[in-house]
């Protein structure tokens, strides 16, 4: 794997030399397709490298649109380009803008300077991808990952410490080990992590919450792990999470709130933090009395079995992402949580869990017992579990909507029973000839007596 990713990593300095970079074009740094821009290269091509996948195009400075730009705050178009307006009034001013800052990372990493990019104004998993590039590969000062979340697990840090920081620790770390070899290393643990990776993620999107900061540390880490959890589903489900001020505090909410509207269209549940706990209660479906619960790893499985958060979705469907409380400071603020989730599942498990599989044994060995697991990660090869709990609660989800069914069969039963396909049979004058046979479970949903099926068949 590593000498692929070697070729890959030389094959782009090959075609965007740092030195060329001052040369560089508005339409050869992004357009619409074509796979040979250098943000195609950056994004798409050199993906295996590590990943900045997901989020808005506006996470580099400028692009070019697809289709007819919408007003939205931050946000500019021309007649055919879209940008951030804070980097320029029009396309050439910004992107002046961007091409210098990619010349400055660029030239900074090579030099080992990270506090330099630390600095600079620009998406963060963008440039960090961009210095990772064009580091001195002889003496490399960071790896192959971006998203600062990650980056804190796997060095154990705590949240203000800064970028340049965080590499230098694993880079310390690395040893004599090759960086690329050790880049996958990290990525492995990383994956053993990723739970808490992504509660780091989820608890980042509240560091406006006063009353949140102010007591999260104080609160029992399973009720803080489980608040996650919760939240996470909730996204999954495509419910948009906000905050907004009440007398008490803030309220963290899940439902359905557009930008720019003073009122939620619907809220599905409440998180009201105070000194002690956070509080729980669901809005959608219980009017009357809203339903109020401690936050713990019953309620999490009792959610997604729960056909709730999927009636919601059904009730207030939308086509766009689901909104984090930032997206209504700004509309196009960078989302790591997409690529938190594409460096560990994409990059790491790329061998997903096979769909054919057999599991063999004498009777009382477990077969059934590890049938679950294996049709979990055949349904979701992402899901990933602390418990059987959770196993059990993920695999009753799947049952409901219809993704798992489990079926028992005899082992008497013959093969032609469950297959349709070509049966050898003679015609009037004696010779062979080959009919199509259905199955004969087909036409029957179920079979009450066995002895009574074969004797009619006999």
């Not at 004498?362 to 990660?377: L, N, S």
Request: charged share 25%; net charge neutral.
């Amino acid at each position: 794997m590593a000498v692929e990713q070697q070729a890959l990593w030389d094959a782009f300095l090959a075609r965007w030399p740092r030195e060329h970079l001052e040369a560089l074009s508005l339409e050869q740094y992004v357009s619409v397709n074509d796979t040979d821009t250098f943000t195609y290269w950056l994004e798409t091509k050199t993906r295996p490298l590590g990943s900045i996948q997901g989020n808005t195009s506006a996470k580099f400075g400028i692009y070019r649109r697809n289709g007819k730009g919408k007003t939205q705050s931050g946000i500019a178009h021309g007649d055919v380009y879209t940008w951030r307006t804070r980097y320029g009034l029009n396309e050439a001013e910004v992107f002046s803008y961007v091409k210098k800052t990619l010349m400055a990372i660029a030239d900074a990493a090579y030099r080992g300077d990270l506090n330099a990019i630390d600095e600079l104004d620009f998406a963060p998993l963008v440039k960090w991808k961009i210095a990772f590039l064009y580091q001195n590969p002889n003496a490399p000062v960071l790896i192959n990952t971006f998203s600062k979340p990650m980056l804190e697990v796997l060095t154990g840090a705590e949240k203000k410490t800064t970028f340049p920081q965080l590499y230098a620790a694993l880079i310390q770390n690395k040893g004599e080990k090759r960086l690329l070899e050790y880049g996958k290393e990290c990525w492995h643990t990383a994956a053993k992590k990723h739970n808490e990776i992504m509660h780091k993620v989820v608890l980042s999107h509240f560091s406006h919450v006063d009353a949140f900061q102010r007591n999260v540390a104080n609160w029992d880490a399973q009720m803080v792990a489980s608040f996650c959890d919760i939240i996470l589903e909730a996204r999954k489900q495509k419910l948009d999470v906000f905050t907004t001020a009440q007398t008490s505090g803030e309220m963290i909410r899940i439902g359905r709130k557009e930008l720019n509207a003073i009122r939620a269209d619907e809220v599905f549940a409440t998180f009201e933090p105070t000194g002690a706990k956070l509080k729980y209660s669901q809005r959608y479906l219980y009017r009357e009395q809203y339903f109020t619960s401690d936050i713990n790893p019953e309620l999490v499985n009792s959610i997604k079995i729960s056909k709730d958060l999927k009636a919601f979705n059904a009730e207030y469907a939308i086509e766009r992402k689901p909104y984090w409380p930032e997206n209504y400071f700004d509309e196009f603020y960078e989302d790591d949580t997409i690529s938190v989730d594409v460096i560990v599942q994409e990059d790491v498990m790329q061998t997903p869990s096979p769909l054919n599989q057999i599991l063999y044994g004498p009777p009382g060995t477990g077969k059934t017992y590890h049938t679950i697991e294996a049709a979990v990660k055949a349904a979701e090869p992402t899901f990933t579990w602390q418990s059987r709990v959770e196993l059990k609660a993920e695999y009753e989800r799947l049952m409901a909507e219809k993704r798992i069914r489990f079926v028992t069969f005899h082992q008497s039963y013959g093969y032609e029973e469950f297959v349709e396909g070509l049966h050898a049979q003679t015609d009037e004058d004696g010779q062979v000839c080959y009919g199509i046979k259905q199955a004969y479970l087909n036409k029957f949903v179920r079979v009450p007596n066995r002895k009574k099926w074969l004797a009619s068949r006999e």
